[in-house]
């Protein structure tokens, strides 16, 4: 399983705008996205203009698809000046996980 964490903070006052835009990515990798077997957004309960995402895939061509997909141009363009600063990501293999 390949994982993609990133770390990022929503520009001030925008945060509960940006938390509905990632609710509509949310949304979309559900319906669109077979390959992504696992899609969080949590929002920092000390600092609530920074979000985190964890986000798991199937295989790197599902990571890949998932990072170069219109939609996420189209996210891009209407929601990224929400973001402030650079996104912090990271990219790697599970190596031991708890299911529920």
Known sequence: ?????AI????????DALQAALGEMTAHVIQNEPG??????CRDGEDPSRFIT???????????????????D?????YGAL?????VRYIGHETAAKHS
């Open 83 to 87: 973001i402030d600063g650079d996104l």
């Open 8 to 15: 990022f903070r929503a520009k001030p006052g925008k945060g």
């Open 36 to 41: 992504t077997a696992g899609f969080y957004v």
């Open 54 to 72: 964890y986000e798991r895939f199937v295989d790197r061509a599902a990571l890949e698809a998932h990072n170069t997909s219109a939609y996420r």
């Open 1 to 5: 399983m390949i994982f993609l964490n």
């Open 74 to 78: 189209q996210w891009v363009a209407l």
